[in-house]
């Protein structure tokens, strides 16, 4: 609308904020779309690397470890120990989930190590894509060759009239 529609009707222009259209910016960027994505493909790998902490290593380690039930280890610092640490909590005890603790530890190990290694790849992938740039220069196009020519014509017709140096 314009002003003077402004004036007649009693309303006031509105300018939208800056800050909003900086905003609107921003996510409508690629990165921000990219960034949704992996935080997707992460919880679905984070729920893969939990199933291979508690249900493949967890069970090892607790027939190395004697039997133990690794993932229900726990200590009781106040209150009646039951049979589960999900049931002791119930019960009101306060405790140290020294096992649920290992298996966060497990688990963040085996996220990081996966992380080094996508990103060792993806460095190297940047560093071969660099490489093929520089090697593949593209050679002079039909304007700048002929522009070449032309060069080298002048400086052969100055050359052959110009007078012998002394």
């Given at each position: 609308?314009?002003?003077?529609?402004?004036?007649?009707?009693?309303?006031?222009?509105?300018?939208?904020?800056?800050?909003?259209?900086?905003?609107?910016?921003?996510?409508?960027?690629?990165?921000?779309?990219?960034?949704?994505?992996?935080?997707?493909?992460?919880?679905?790998?984070?729920?893969?690397?939990?199933?291979?902490?508690?249900?493949?290593?967890?069970?090892?380690?607790?027939?190395?470890?004697?039997?133990?039930?690794?993932?229900?280890l726990f200590v009781v610092l106040f209150g009646e120990r039951r049979a589960s640490l999900e049931a002791t909590?119930?019960?009101?005890?306060?405790?140290?989930?020294?096992?649920?603790?290992?298996?966060?530890?497990?688990?963040?190990?085996?996220?990081?190590?996966?992380?080094?290694?996508?990103?060792?790849?993806?460095?190297?992938?940047?560093?071969?894509?660099?490489?093929?740039?520089?090697?593949?220069?593209?050679?002079?196009?039909?304007?700048?060759?002929?522009?070449?020519?032309?060069?080298?014509?002048?400086?052969?017709?100055?050359?052959?009239?110009?007078?012998?140096?002394?």
């Open positions: 609308m314009s002003d003077f529609a402004n004036k007649i009707t009693g309303r006031i222009p509105l300018k939208e904020p800056s800050w909003l259209k900086e905003f609107k910016s921003f996510i409508m960027r690629g990165n921000v779309i990219d960034l949704a994505v992996g935080v997707v493909i992460g919880a679905a790998f984070t729920a893969i690397v939990t199933s291979v902490v508690e249900d493949l290593l967890n069970p090892i380690v607790g027939i190395l470890m004697g039997g133990i039930d690794f993932s229900n909590r119930q019960g009101g005890a306060s405790v140290l989930a020294i096992g649920s603790f290992l298996n966060a530890v497990i688990k963040f190990v085996i996220v990081g190590f996966a992380v080094f290694w996508l990103v060792k790849l993806l460095s190297k992938m940047q560093a071969s894509q660099a490489v093929e740039k520089a090697i593949a220069k593209p050679g002079p196009t039909a304007s700048e060759t002929l522009l070449a020519e032309i060069r080298d014509e002048l400086k052969a017709q100055r050359g052959a009239g110009a007078p012998p140096a002394v």
